[in-house]
């Protein structure tokens, strides 16, 4: 305040004392909150969401790192990178015998999968298992079953390629560490994903097809009918019975004892 009056002063303007009371007072007055400036919050960063393929380069990962089956089923536990966990009551990962010479892949959980979070234990479930003895198979003694999705999708609708891509790397992994000698892959939908094929079950049934993973793993690849199917179409019993005929002797032919 003084130097600008001396600036006035060498200017020849003669302040008013009013004036000079005033630009005084205003000065000294404490300035109030809203007058005070607040620092600029710097822009927030927006976060680009997760694309399927990012997920499954994190399922690659965790499963990657698990050296055995209690710790994948664990990673499949933890991970986040399905849409469908949300609203799914149970993670479904597998029944059975771990590194049994024989697994079966479905294709997801559905109702009574998801309330007691295993894999085909409601009616078609029943129905497997019964399909299974035909050949002295049992997920008791000597089977492994397991699905292509871990989540129920709501009204049990098939899953969808980008929430199967995220499942992938754990379905791979798993077979690599249980070296199953054959794999029964139950219906389309484990077929043509697993075979990445747009063929339908009704021409791939019954034909053995060699399966690798990106760990190493090879073997015969089995599609078969889904139970559920066989059950809303039971004049294909026959067809069925066929192939499960035909499991049995490669079973056989590949040194596997049978119950």
Known sequence: MDALLDWWADMGVEADPAVIRAARKAVAAPRRPSETRKPEAPPARSRKPRTPEDWAEEAWRAAAAAGDIPALKAAIEAFD????????????????????????????????????????????????????????LSRAENTLITNVNYWRPPKNRNPDPDELIVCRPFVDRLIELSAPKLIIAAGGVPTTSLL???????????????????GGWSGPLVPIFHPAFL???????????????????????????LG
């Open 231 to 257: 059950l809303r179409r039971p004049q294909e019993k026959a067809r069925a019975w066929v192939d499960l005929q035909m499991i049995e002797r490669m079973l056989r032919e590949a040194g596997v004892e």
């Open 81 to 136: 990178g399905s849409p469908l966990k949300a609203g799914a009551e149970n993670t479904v990962v597998f029944d059975g015998v771990p590194g049994a010479p024989v697994m079966v892949i479905g294709e997801g959980p559905g109702a009574e999968e998801d309330r007691q979070g295993l894999p085909f234990v409601g009616k078609a479930g029943q129905l497997l298992d019964r399909m299974l003895a035909a050949i002295r």
């Open 196 to 214: 990445a094929t747009k063929t339908g079950i009704m021409r791939l049934r019954g034909k053995p097809k060699e399966y690798q993973t990106p």
